[in-house]
């Protein structure tokens, strides 16, 4: 039988599964995407945290874009920023940095192209993502947005997973732990 984990964020209720994800650690396996009840609840919990004052949200391929949404929604921001994963054909001199993730064994990059770069000079950003765990993500994110020349105002995610619950420079909902391999 699988094994699951209930997570409650507010008055919801989910049931994820646990996948080892090396010899060691096991996660609950938290999916944002196409879960639209949990994405609007999230996004008008999070925007109640939020600076006052930021032009741009960024988020990051793929699991932060519905989110990212919703909030660029209801803070009547009509763009946002999402990072991508690797470099596609029409971007303008994208701009790129290494990417380290819990969830992600082998090396990645983040990538911002540079048509957004260039909106971002002198921008005061807020970085949003679904769960911040190890860092190595929202560091990248950061790496790749002060590169543009913006600002990093702010840092949200619904989760904060193992010692991210500890860090004092995020803005989040729930903690969702990490479990040993059986």
Do not use: C, W
Request: zero cysteines; proline letters at 5%.
């Amino acid at each position: 039988m699988l094994k699951t984990y209930q997570l409650q964020i507010g008055p919801m209720t989910r049931q994820l599964p646990v996948m080892a994800i090396n010899d060691t650690t096991a996660i609950a396996s938290f999916v944002l995407l196409g879960d639209a009840e949990l994405t609007d609840y999230a996004a008008h919990e999070l925007v109640q945290r939020m600076p006052t004052e930021f032009d741009f949200l960024v988020t990051l391929e793929s699991k932060g874009i519905p989110l990212a949404q919703e909030l660029s929604r209801l803070t009547n921001h009509t763009q946002y920023v999402v990072l991508r994963k690797s470099v596609k054909d029409y971007m303008r001199a994208p701009l790129t940095t290494p990417v380290s993730a819990i969830t992600t064994s082998a090396p990645q990059r983040l990538v911002l192209d540079g048509t957004d770069a260039d909106r971002l000079v002198a921008k005061r950003v807020v970085i949003v993502d679904d769960v911040i765990s190890s860092g190595g993500s929202l560091s990248a994110a950061e790496e790749l947005v002060e590169k543009a020349g913006a600002k990093v105002v702010g840092r949200m995610a619904i989760l904060a997973e193992g010692d991210a619950v500890k860090r004092q420079d995020i803005s989040y909902l729930a903690e969702l732990p990490l479990f040993p391999v059986d």
